[in-house]
């Protein structure tokens, strides 16, 4: 599975200029004081999060990003030009980690957020900073710092609210394409959805927020069946699960159970999420099944919401569930 939500990329803050050895040149006097300036400083390696960027696709292209250098000192005391930051922009929520520790870097999780990752390395001192009471005409100057450089992975985790759960074919994508103006793709075959879609529901004015919908999980998916769980990472952080069990199966309870056990497996934080448990696809199901669904009894939710997303049954209903989960 290729993602694009993760890239590995190089960084590089500056060095920072040397300091510079020198002595004032004045008519008649055939050596002045010392007037080497000071290296300026290395530039920055800085993240900031980029409203306009939604995939880390950019990095497949560029992948090395280097500070410039500080600029010697010179003649004159004149302490030599700081070099450049350089900017790095992401999409909100990415994730950057130290590619060889795996520690998480920086989280950018804030709007406008900008963290400085690698700092570039202090420029050397000149001669003129070694006077002393008894050296008045010192050579020594110093060397910059150099710059920090490592290698480092970025995550795109996507910062959905809700995250819809179910098995393939379970209606996942029909459902966000009713809620949103999301357009993903929707086929009569398991793994239509390879890669979570994002869809913004619209509660009304000033009210919305942020479904994912992602592929489906069948049993086993832990241990690597299907998809596996990796694309769970998309839901990891949303504060609400919709379960949508398809109308049509033999066990709307054993569903529930492989699905939860699925979710556990992955983190125990699923356990802690608000759920919503809905039957989808109500209108392709007999009728005469309606009274049994609606005493369905779910361990540690109840009776299901019924719903169907071509007839639109209880859509709005679904909407304000789940911003009422979201704002409880
Ligand atoms: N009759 C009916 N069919 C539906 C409904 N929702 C989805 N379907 C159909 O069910 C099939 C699967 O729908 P998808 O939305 O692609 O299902 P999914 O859960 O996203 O599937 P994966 O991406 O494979 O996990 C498609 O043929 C849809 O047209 C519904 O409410 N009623
Ligand atoms: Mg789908």
Not at 75 to 92: A, E, M, Q, Y
Not at 180 to 187: G, L, M, Q
Not at 220 to 248: C, M, P, Y
Request: charge should be negative; glycine fraction near 12%; proline fraction near 5%.
């Amino acid at each position: 599975m290729n993602f694009v939500d993760t890239a590995r990329i190089f960084i590089k803050s500056g060095d920072g200029g040397g300091g510079h050895s020198s002595f004032r040149r004045e008519k008649f006097v055939s050596m002045g004081g010392p007037d080497g300036g000071n290296g300026g400083r290395g530039g920055d390696v800085i993240f900031r999060v980029s409203p306009h960027l939604n995939t880390l696709i950019d990095f497949k292209f560029k992948r090395r990003f280097e500070a410039e250098n500080g600029e010697r000192g010179s003649w004159s005391n004149c302490t030599g030009r700081n070099g450049k930051d350089t900017i790095i922009r992401v999409p909100l929520g990415t994730v950057v980690k130290d590619a060889e520790t795996d520690e998480v870097i920086a989280d950018m999780t804030e709007k406008e957020q900008e963290t400085v990752v690698l700092r570039g390395g202090i420029g050397g001192r000149g001669n003129s900073e070694f006077v002393t009471a008894t050296n008045q005409a010192p050579r020594e100057c110093e060397p910059g710092k150099p710059g920090k450089e490592c290698w480092v992975n970025l995550e795109m985790k996507l910062l959905a609210d809700v995250g819809l759960v179910g098995f393939p074919n379970a209606g996942k994508s029909t459902l966000i394409s009713v809620l949103s103006a999301a357009k993903p793709k929707i086929a009569d075959y398991p793994f239509t959805t390879l890669i979570p879609n994002l869809g913004v529901v619209r509660v009304s004015e000033d009210m919305s927020f942020v479904v994912a919908d992602i592929p489906g999980l069948i049993e086993g998916a832990s241990q690597g069946k299907g998809l596996g769980i990796q694309f769970l990472r998309h839901i990891e952080r949303t504060r609400v699960l919709v379960f949508l069990i398809d109308a049509n199966s033999t066990d709307y309870l054993r569903d529930y159970a492989i699905l939860s056990r699925e979710l556990t497996e992955f983190s125990p934080m699923m356990d802690e999420k608000r759920r919503i448990v809905c039957i989808s696809k109500m209108d392709s199901a007999i009728e005469e099944l309606r009274p049994e669904l609606e005493h369905l009894d779910f361990p540690g939710y109840g009776a299901p919401l019924i719903i169907s997303s071509v007839t639109g049954e209880s859509m709005d209903k679904l909407k304000w569930m789940m911003w009422n989960a979201l704002t409880a």
